[in-house]
Each structure stands twice: as structure tokens, then as C-alpha cells.
């Protein structure tokens, strides 16, 4: 049972090209997970600074929302200094409206403090003193309670 030499060169010759198939395929399957590792590296850093840049673009959105309910309180304290400064009187007691316990006076009347006190942009020396005293009155009333 022996082999002749053309069988036994030709399997040798088989193996030498299966074995260098196999080193082909070798070389590839380490480029192409090679590849995949740069990819998966480079997807991280992409998805990193995509996660960095929506975390500011979200702070940068509340800011703009907060500023932008701070804008409409002050216009519409604005238009109510407007309204009701009416013929040279001040009803300072719509200032106070939706107020209902001593806390929420506090906060509003430190928010009317800010808008209308005299050193402020838009200070108005009458609608502070009508603002103190009707102040006064509702601290007293919920004091009471």
C-alpha cells in the first residue's frame, strides 16, 4: 500500500496550497478583526461626544426655558404696573392675587422687591410704598392665622 510519488507529490502539493489558503484566510480574519476593534474604538468616542453635546445642548434648553419664564413674569408684573397705575393710583393688591399662605407672600414680595424697588432698572418709588403696605397687611392677616 504504497503511495506512488506522483500521489505523494500531489498531496503534498494539496497540502501546501491548503495550508496556504489557510494562512490567507488567517491574515484576513486578523485585518478584518482589527478593523471591527477601530470601528468599535471610534464608534465609542463618536457616541461620547454625541452623549457630551446633547448633556449640553439639554442645560443650554433649561436655561433658555428658565430665562424665558423669567421674561414673561417680569412682562406680564410689567403690564400689571401698567394697568393698575392707572389715574395715579396703584391698587397694590393685585400684585398679591394667588397669594394664600404667608410663604408664597414672602417669595412674592421679594419678586415685586426685585422688579419695582427704586435702585432697579424699572424702580417705582409709589408702587413700592403701595406694595410695602399692602404687604404689610397680608403679613399681618396670615400672622393671625
Excluded at 497540502?15 to 465609542?44: G, I, P, S
Excluded at 439639554?58 to 401698567?82: G, P
Excluded at 417669595?107 to 435702585?119: A, T
Aim: proline share 1%; no cysteine.
Amino acid at each position: 500500500m504504497e503511495l506512488s510519488r506522483k500521489e505523494l507529490a500531489k498531496m503534498k502539493e494539496e497540502q501546501l496550497k491548503l495550508q496556504r489558503e489557510l494562512h490567507r484566510r488567517e491574515r484576513k480574519l486578523k485585518f478584518l478583526q482589527e478593523d471591527l476593534e477601530k470601528r468599535e474604538q471610534m464608534f465609542k468616542t463618536q457616541w461620547a461626544l454625541l452623549e457630551h453635546e446633547l448633556s449640553l445642548f439639554a442645560k443650554e434648553r433649561e436655561e433658555f426655558e428658565r430665562e424665558i419664564k423669567k421674561q414673561q413674569y417680569r412682562s406680564r408684573l410689567e403690564n400689571e404696573k401698567t394697568i393698575y397705575k392707572a389715574n395715579g393710583r396703584i391698587n397694590a393688591g393685585m400684585y398679591f392675587l394667588g397669594v394664600h399662605d404667608e410663604l408664597s407672600l414672602k417669595k412674592r414680595y421679594r419678586d415685586l422687591l426685585k422688579l419695582f424697588h427704586p435702585d432697579s432698572m424699572n424702580g417705582d418709588v409709589d408702587a413700592m410704598q403701595a406694595i410695602n403696605s399692602e404687604y404689610t397687611k397680608l403679613k399681618k392677616k396670615y400672622e393671625e392665622m
